[in-house]
């Protein structure tokens, strides 16, 4: 680790903006226990020795402090690919045990803070005071430090190995899959390939999906408890879990199922959440109903996709209660930031009063007001083909924050505007599998390998192997090509050549 020294990277320079520090620091024989996440089955990462690389810096008139990180593993050990790691929620960059995951794999491996540290609370900076939003730092997050930091980490490989990256790839979910559609939008020069999971991209429609149920009992003054809407979930997998040929307690065919969930009022069911048995309400099947449907306009105009049938309902229409009964709504922490501090731009604004007409007008200033900054919704990836660049996504149908209908959304445009797509994106859908991962369905831990062989063998992906996580017998299966779905024909249900594809 010799050529570990902040001197190595002095002179290099990124147009428009200005180096304040260059830090560099040795590590040897790390160990990490790395889980299941960031598109990557769980690994227990030894024995791991790298130079970290923190690049700061600022632009200069933006009054910003940016962080650019590095690791990279001897040079033994790599492979002559780079990585651009992605982050979740309000971080832009991803953490060090993901970044030791892409060191083992032999990646050198770049990520960004995005000008603000991971445990900084967006509050803290989205405004420059009420009624004025903080554009600098929002511009940093959405997409200029994504692009820097994958010019700077390219300038440290070559500093470091004497040579430039042979192949180089971005990697992320959720936020990051935002990030890695963003890139192949707007800087498509920048990564040969490209994994893009759960993507929270179409970002001014998502982040409203997010809060829709919590509009729709806010407008009917009806907050059924977590238990009910727990039950109204199981009622409905009972009732369209066979869809697909077999009953294994995952729905993969979402769009096919027309349950009603009224048909199930009066009847009980256990709530793991409690541990006693509880009974589904009208409430509750009224807000399923509405929170499936997706998001209307007070005239009952289509705005928005709704989450799955058989996606968890515990994150967007949450509600809390009191020990007399009493319930309100508890709305996910994105969609509340998002409405007080970006939309209203008022920290003090009563979420309460967010009901179906104001949401309304709440969707449009989301989508017309920053659509342009982080939208990520454009469907024209003509230079990103022409730079010989692939894309895979995957998104689970299970997923409790992101209605994956968003994703299908995006990839139907692009295949309506391009015809032979297939070529150069191409999606997968994960039945029974939650946001980025979790629940009993098949997760695709193995989807960058499948990447790695379509640009640099030219194996395009007909299927994406995937396997389920956390349960007493393992199964597998191949997530099928979008729009094609998963059937099962016969034989091991815990064996991928039970099912098909069709």
Same mark, same amino acid.
Request: hydrophobic share 40%.
């Given at each position: 680790?010799?050529?570990?020294?902040?001197?190595?990277?002095?002179?290099?320079?990124?147009?428009?903006?200005s180096?304040?520090?260059?830090?560099?620091?040795?590590?040897?024989?790390?160990?990490?226990?790395?889980?299941?996440?960031?598109?990557?089955?769980?690994?227990?990462?030894?024995?791991?020795?790298?130079?970290?690389?923190?690049?700061?810096?600022?632009?200069? &008139?933006?009054?910003?402090?940016?962080?650019?990180?590095?690791?990279?593993?001897?040079?033994?050990?790599?492979?002559?690919?780079?990585?651009?790691?992605?982050?979740?929620?309000?971080?832009?960059?991803?953490?060090?045990?993901?970044?030791?995951?892409?060191?083992s794999?032999?990646?050198?491996?770049?990520?960004?803070?995005?000008?603000?540290?991971?445990?900084?609370?967006?509050?803290?900076?989205?405004?420059?005071s009420?009624?004025?939003?903080?554009?600098?730092?929002?511009?940093?997050?959405?997409?200029?430090?994504?692009?820097?930091?994958?010019?700077?980490?390219?300038?440290?490989?070559?500093?470091?190995?004497?040579?430039?990256?042979?192949?180089?790839?971005?990697?992320?979910?959720?936020?990051?899959?935002?990030?890695?559609?963003?890139?192949?939008?707007?800087?498509p020069?920048?990564?040969?390939?490209?994994?893009?999971?759960?993507?929270?991209?179409?970002?001014?429609?998502?982040?409203?999906?997010?809060?829709?149920?919590?509009?729709?009992?806010?407008?009917?003054?009806?907050?059924?408890?977590?238990?009910?809407?727990e039950?109204?979930?199981?009622?409905?997998?009972?009732?369209?879990?066979?869809?697909?040929?077999?009953?294994?307690?995952?729905?993969?065919l979402?769009?096919q199922?027309?349950?009603?969930?009224?048909t199930?009022?009066?009847?009980?069911?256990?709530?793991?959440?409690? &541990?006693?048995?509880?009974?589904?309400?009208?409430?509750?099947?009224?807000?399923?109903?509405?929170?499936?449907?997706?998001?209307?306009?007070?005239?009952?105009?289509?705005?928005?996709?709704?989450?799955?049938?058989?996606?968890?309902?515990?994150a967007?229409?949450?509600?809390?209660?009191?020990?007399?009964?009493?319930?309100?709504?508890?709305?996910?922490?994105?969609?509340d930031?998002?409405?007080?501090?970006?939309l209203m731009?008022?920290?003090?604004?009563?979420?309460?009063?967010?009901n179906?007409?104001?949401?309304?007008?709440?969707?449009?200033?989301?989508?017309?007001?920053?659509?342009?900054?982080?939208?990520?919704?454009?469907?024209?990836?003509?230079?990103?083909?022409?730079?010989?660049?692939?894309?895979?996504?995957?998104?689970?149908?299970?997923?409790?924050?992101?209605?994956?209908?968003?994703?299908?959304d995006?990839?139907?445009?692009?295949y309506e505007?391009?015809?032979e797509?297939?070529?150069?994106?191409?999606?997968?859908?994960?039945?029974?599998?939650?946001?980025?991962?979790?629940?009993?369905?098949?997760?695709?831990?193995?989807g960058?390998?499948?990447?790695?062989?379509?640009?640099?063998?030219?194996?395009a992906?007909?299927?994406?192997?995937?396997?389920t996580?956390?349960?007493?017998?393992?199964?597998?299966?191949?997530?099928?090509?979008?729009?094609?779905?998963?059937h099962?024909v016969?034989?091991?249900?815990?064996?991928?050549?039970?099912?098909?594809?069709r």
């Amino acid at each position: 680790m010799a050529l570990c020294t902040a001197s190595r990277f002095q002179n290099l320079t990124l147009f428009g903006a200005s180096a304040l520090n260059f830090n560099t620091h040795s590590y040897s024989n790390l160990t990490f226990k790395v889980p299941a996440e960031q598109n990557h089955y769980a690994k227990n990462v030894t024995g791991l020795d790298v130079c970290e690389v923190v690049i700061t810096y600022t632009h200069p &008139g933006y009054n910003d402090e940016v962080n650019t990180v590095v690791w990279l593993p001897e040079t033994e050990n790599w492979s002559g690919r780079f990585l651009g790691a992605g982050g979740g929620g309000w971080v832009t960059g991803a953490e060090n045990s993901t970044l030791a995951w892409a060191a083992s794999e032999g990646f050198a491996v770049v990520t960004t803070d995005g000008g603000h540290a991971a445990d900084a609370p967006v509050q803290d900076w989205a405004l420059l005071s009420p009624g004025n939003v903080n554009w600098i730092p929002l511009q940093n997050f959405a997409s200029t430090t994504l692009d820097e930091a994958a010019t700077l980490g390219k300038a440290v490989v070559e500093a470091y190995y004497g040579t430039k990256p042979t192949y180089s790839y971005w990697n992320g979910c959720s936020t990051g899959g935002r990030q890695g559609h963003m890139m192949a939008q707007r800087y498509p020069d920048q990564y040969d390939g490209i994994l893009a999971s759960a993507s929270a991209m179409q970002w001014g429609q998502m982040l409203m999906q997010e809060g829709w149920p919590q509009a729709v009992m806010n407008d009917l003054k009806l907050y059924p408890t977590n238990c009910e809407l727990e039950a109204v979930r199981l009622a409905a997998i009972e009732a369209c879990d066979s869809l697909d040929g077999l009953e294994d307690g995952i729905i993969t065919l979402p769009g096919q199922c027309d349950f009603d969930p009224s048909t199930k009022v009066g009847q009980s069911y256990y709530c793991s959440l409690t &541990g006693v048995n509880t009974t589904i309400t009208e409430a509750a099947a009224t807000i399923a109903k509405w929170t499936w449907k997706g998001a209307t306009t007070s005239r009952n105009e289509s705005l928005w996709y709704g989450l799955d049938i058989g996606a968890s309902f515990l994150a967007d229409a949450a509600t809390t209660c009191s020990a007399n009964g009493t319930c309100i709504g508890s709305p996910l922490g994105f969609f509340d930031i998002w409405v007080r501090y970006f939309l209203m731009m008022d920290p003090s604004f009563d979420m309460s009063t967010v009901n179906v007409s104001v949401f309304s007008k709440l969707f449009h200033q989301s989508v017309n007001r920053y659509d342009s900054i982080i939208g990520t919704s454009d469907i024209d990836l003509t230079y990103f083909k022409e730079a010989g660049g692939k894309l895979i996504t995957w998104h689970g149908l299970a997923d409790s924050l992101i209605a994956p209908n968003t994703t299908v959304d995006y990839a139907q445009r692009v295949y309506e505007r391009d015809p032979e797509a297939g070529d150069y994106y191409r999606f997968f859908e994960a039945p029974g599998v939650d946001h980025c991962g979790g629940g009993p369905g098949w997760f695709p831990g193995s989807g960058l390998q499948s990447l790695i062989q379509w640009v640099e063998k030219g194996v395009a992906p007909t299927k994406l192997e995937a396997r389920t996580q956390n349960v007493a017998v393992e199964r597998s299966a191949d997530l099928c090509l979008w729009p094609k779905s998963l059937h099962f024909v016969s034989g091991d249900m815990s064996e991928a050549s039970a099912f098909e594809c069709r």
